[in-house]
């Protein structure tokens, strides 16, 4: 296979660590606990613990689907950790985190797709930290949108985000199992059930797509109700994964972020290294990032 093209200079970044990234480091360890930062090498690490934002998945590392981009495994997934809500919860507080966001893999396994265990996360996590904010970045739940929806709106997150991360034309073959209409009707239809509550989307960019695919998906965001989007540049996990297409340009990305806030988004982070968690805590308070 060919070699994975040298990413240009916008993409590399330095590994900061101060005091604040080991404290958070040495209690994820004490917990026994994988932060998805650590595990995805997530470049944005050191800016994200020293501002006392994690990003944690649940509900195991085993995902039903296979997104070619994607690096977690796939296959017949574990059975639910009861205990997980509680000491997931614990862990957050015994590490003072502020802004915490909590995603999973896919569990079409389940017959609520896993909503209840999101439920109960955000339960328990709020009963032991109140200031906490808590997002949640869910999967489709396809074809169990109604009692997902039920199920997340009576114990609602602080962001309700769930990731488009391509356009349409692109679906088939980047998010095999998924659906361009049906996600951006979940997010709608948590705005419907829960108005005050922030709904946010995310794009990864490179993987194919075209500069005008890009604003139409953000029209559609905004015509689905949608808060705060995210648009971030996509990195091949290894040789086996998607291939990049191309790397979009810091000015691109700055064009797009003009774009989307022309179209009402409240909130917007767009630039190469712009994760969908990057900055989750300024994005929510409506800080300029990206
Ligand atoms: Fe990865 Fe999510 Fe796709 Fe599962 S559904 S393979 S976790 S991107
Ligand atoms: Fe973690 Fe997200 Fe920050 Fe990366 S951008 S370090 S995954 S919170």
Same mark, same amino acid.
Do not use: C, K
């Given at each position: 296979k060919d070699a994975m093209p040298r990413k240009p200079e916008w993409l590399r970044v330095r590994m900061g660590s101060n005091t604040e990234v080991k404290r958070i480091k040495a209690k994820l360890r004490e917990h026994k606990l994988a932060s998805v930062c650590e595990e995805a090498s997530c470049p944005n690490l050191g800016e994200c613990f020293s501002h006392g934002t994690a990003t944690f998945m649940i509900m195991g590392d085993i995902c039903t689907r296979r997104c070619p981009f994607c690096d977690v495994a796939h296959g017949r997934p574990n059975a639910l950790a009861e205990d997980e809500p509680r000491e997931l919860a614990e862990a957050i507080t015994d590490m003072g985190l502020k802004y915490v966001v909590i995603t999973s893999v896919d569990r079409d396994d389940l017959r609520d797709g896993g909503a209840q265990h999101f439920a109960n996360c955000i339960r328990e996590t709020r009963e032991r930290s109140a200031s906490i904010q808590i997002e949640t970045l869910v999967p489709d739940f396809r074809g169990r949108m109604d +009692?997902?929806? /039920? +199920?997340?709106?009576?114990?609602? $997150?602080?962001?309700? %985000?769930? %990731?488009? /991360?391509?356009?349409?034309?692109?679906?088939?073959?980047?998010? $095999?199992?998924?659906?361009y209409a049906w996600s951006l009707e979940l997010l709608k239809g948590f705005k419907a059930l829960r108005p005050e509550i922030r709904t946010k989307s995310g794009l990864m960019v490179g993987v194919g797509e075209t500069n005008e695919e890009i604003v139409e998906v953000l029209k559609d965001l905004r015509a689905h109700n949608v808060d705060m989007v995210t648009i971030g540049q996509y990195l091949q996990p290894s040789r086996d994964h998607l291939p990049v297409d191309r790397f979009v340009t810091p000015d691109e990305f700055a064009e797009f972020e003009r774009v989307a806030r022309e179209l009402g988004f409240s909130h917007v982070a767009s630039g190469p290294l712009v994760r969908s968690s990057y900055h989750a805590d300024l994005q929510a308070k409506g800080e300029k990032v990206g």
């Open positions: +009692i997902a929806l /039920e +199920i997340l709106s009576q114990t609602p $997150p602080d962001v309700f %985000n769930h %990731n488009l /991360e391509t356009v349409p034309r692109l679906y088939r073959q980047v998010r $095999p199992g998924a659906d």
